[in-house]
Nanobody, 121 residues
C-alpha cells in the first residue's frame, strides 16, 4: 500500500517559519510531480506549490517569495519551507504526488492525511 506521510505542522507566530515534510512509501515504481495544497477554514483546497522530477516548480501568487518547495528523489520526499508566515496561511496542508505503484501501470494521484498549520497574529 502506498502512503504519503506529512510532518512539520504546528502553531507559529506571524513572521515565523515552519518546514513541512512528506515522505512517500510503499510499492512505488515511479514518482512524477509532487506538491502541496492547503485548505483554510471555509475555503476550497488550493495549490500552494508543485515541483517536477527535474526540479521545476511553480507557486501560488500568495506564497511567492515566502515559500520554497524542494524534493529529494532518493528519499522520495518533498519539502515546503515556509517563511514570513501570515495568519492567512492558516490551513490544513496536504501533500500530493503522482505515482505509479504496482500493480498499476499508469500515474495515479495520491494524497497525504494533512497537517495543520496555524499562524497566530
Amino acid at each position: 500500500q502506498v502512503q504519503l506521510v506529512e510532518s512539520g505542522g504546528g502553531l507559529v507566530q506571524a513572521g515565523g517559519s515552519l518546514r513541512l515534510s512528506c515522505a512517500a512509501s510503499g510499492r512505488i515504481v515511479s514518482i512524477n510531480a509532487m506538491g502541496w495544497y492547503r485548505q483554510g477554514p471555509g475555503k476550497q483546497r488550493e495549490l500552494v506549490a508543485r515541483i517536477t522530477t527535474g526540479g521545476s516548480s511553480n507557486y501560488a501568487d500568495s506564497v511567492k517569495g515566502r515559500f520554497t518547495i524542494s524534493r529529494d528523489n532518493a528519499k522520495r520526499t518533498v519539502y515546503l519551507q515556509m517563511n514570513s508566515l501570515k495568519p492567512e496561511d492558516t490551513a490544513v496542508y496536504y501533500c500530493n504526488a503522482e505515482m505509479i505503484s504496482t500493480p498499476t501501470v499508469t500515474y495515479q494521484n495520491y494524497w497525504g492525511q494533512g497537517t495543520q498549520v496555524t499562524v497566530s497574529s
